[in-house]
C-alpha cells in the first residue's frame, strides 16, 4: 500500500503535473501503512488518513497544502515558505489561516524536513510527563 502513498506524493510535487503544487505537512508517519484514504477539505486542502498493519483504526499521516494557497510559487525555497506555516497571521487566504492555525494548536509546530517542500509536525501527542522522585501527596 505505500506504492499508492508514493504515488500520490510523487503527483502532488512534480512541477510538471496538471495538479498544483503542494506543500506536505507529515503527522505521523506511520511504520507499515496498510490502507491509505485521501480527503479533501476546505481550499483544496487534502487530509490523508492511513491505517497500519496490525492495528485498529485511522490515524491523520499527513496534510497537504497548496502552495498557491499560501501565496506562494513552486521555486519557493522550504525557509519562506516555514514563515508562513510558522506564523499562519501572513497568510492572505482565511480558510488555509484557519486551518494551519488548527494544526499549530495540535501539534505544537511545523519543523523542516530533508526533502523540497516537506514539513513536520513537532509531535503527534501530547506526552505525558512524569515526575521522579519522592512527590507530596496531592502534587
Known amino acids: 500500500m505505500m506504492k499508492k502513498l508514493d504515488e500520490f ?8 503535473s496538471q495538479i498544483p503544487e503542494y506543500v506536505s505537512i ?10 491509505i484514504k485521501i480527503k479533501k477539505e476546505t481550499a483544496n486542502i487534502l ?13 491523520l499521516h ?13 521555486d ?5 515558505i516555514l514563515e508562513f506555516l510558522s506564523e499562519p497571521s501572513r497568510i492572505k487566504n482565511k480558510l488555509t489561516r484557519d486551518y494551519v492555525e488548527k494544526i499549530l494548536r495540535k501539534y505544537i509546530s511545523i519543523l523542516p524536513e530533508k526533502k523540497k517542500h516537506f514539513f513536520k509536525t513537532e509531535r503527534f501527542r501530547k ?8 512527590q507530596l501527596k496531592g502534587f
Open 9 to 16: 506524493l510523487k503527483k502532488i510535487h512534480e512541477p510538471k
Open 26 to 35: 507529515i503527522v505521523k508517519p506511520g511504520k507499515k501503512v496498510s490502507d
Open 47 to 59: 487530509k490523508v488518513i492511513a491505517h497500519e498493519e496490525n492495528k485498529t483504526g485511522w490515524f
Open 62 to 74: 499527513s496534510v497537504h497544502i497548496p502552495l498557491k494557497n499560501l501565496g506562494l510559487t513552486f
Open 76 to 80: 519557493s525555497k522550504d525557509k519562506e
Open 127 to 134: 506526552k505525558k510527563e512524569f515526575k521522579t522522585g519522592a
